[in-house]
């Protein structure tokens, strides 16, 4: 399923020209021609030959599975985990994904896949405190309150001035529920606090998703441990994903180009760095994806 919106609709289309970040230089047609080509990604060919072997075993539960197992978050058997690519990024990443979001739609997975030491998934309810980390935690959600990523490291000072509890807040109660699992060593690890400042209060380390539909995600949204996260909006981009929303703008991302698209900003508006494909591979499954469907409706419309 797509993502509830996480680009802003009152930006206008004047930045949605172009489909995927790294493309921005392609000119309109050849984006519309195939959007995805122009990617820096690894050789998909053990896609391709897992696609002409057809299902395989998931390792892990035995399920059928195409290309990886949804539920177990692992390739399947005809698909070599060392024939697929890592991606390493710059901060780590939480995706809540809604109970009713259908596995096998939900692009959430990945992100799971191609970057393992970075991202969690949780199903909701059962999602962590983020209380106590809150000054270096944000949550990509439009709304009135939402800031763009290149605004991020001034609020995220102005959050800690406040100081990391609020008085209505008791930081120190115990969880509703207990989180499934714990990144481990997260805090230790000195390449999740990158950032070009030194002040400890504008330093993000962690960013969290909601995988959901539009529809779905008041509940997520509204839960009081996601209360006085910092919320980011991102630039309004168009969607290449298949599943689009019936009756939604666009503008609505699925959860592994939103994931794409705020890395691409964060490295640019944040990093100072220029983008050079580092974070393509995010997309290694939905841009073979989006090829076969494409190529499966042009040979149906042929017939």
């Given at each position: 399923q797509v993502t509830m919106s996480l680009s802003?609709?009152?930006?206008?289309?004047k930045r949605s020209t172009e489909c995927l970040g790294s493309l921005e230089l392609q000119t309109p047609s050849?984006?519309?021609?195939?959007?995805?080509?122009?990617l820096q990604l690894a050789s998909q060919e053990v896609l391709e030959k897992a696609k002409r072997s057809g299902r395989s075993k998931c390792p892990r539960c035995s399920s059928s599975r195409m290309f990886y197992c949804y539920t177990c978050f692992v390739p399947v058997e005809t698909v070599p985990t060392k024939e697929i690519p890592t991606v390493k990024l710059p901060l780590k990443i939480d995706i809540i994904k809604h109970p009713n979001e259908t596995d096998g739609k939900s692009t959430a997975v990945h992100a799971k896949l191609l970057a393992p030491?970075?991202?969690t998934i949780y199903k909701y309810p059962c999602i962590?405190?983020?209380g106590e980390k809150r000054h270096e935690i944000a949550l990509i959600f439009p709304g009135p309150n939402s800031v763009s990523v290149k605004d991020i490291a001034f609020h995220l000072q102005k959050h800690t001035k406040k100081g990391v509890c609020n008085s209505d807040d008791d930081c120190s109660k115990?969880?509703?529920?207990k989180q499934a699992k714990i990144e481990p060593k997260e805090e230790r690890n000195p390449n999740e606090c990158i950032s070009n400042s030194r002040n400890e209060g504008t330093r993000l380390k962690k960013i969290i998703f909601i995988d959901s539909t539009w529809n779905q995600t008041n509940k997520i949204i509204t839960d009081e441990r996601l209360q006085g996260l910092l919320q980011i909006e991102l630039k309004t981009r168009k969607t290449c994903f298949w599943r689009h929303q019936k009756g939604k703008p666009d503008t609505y991302l699925s959860t592994i180009e939103a994931i794409y698209y705020f890395l691409v900003d964060y490295h640019q508006e944040i990093l100072k760095e220029n983008y050079k494909g580092q974070y393509d591979n995010l997309l290694f499954f939905f841009s073979f994806m989006y090829t076969?469907?494409?190529?499966a409706k042009c040979c149906a419309g042929k017939e």
């Open positions: 802003s609709s009152t930006q206008g289309p050849s984006f519309q021609d195939n959007p995805l080509q122009q030491d970075d991202v962590p405190e983020y115990e969880p509703v529920l076969l469907i494409k190529n």
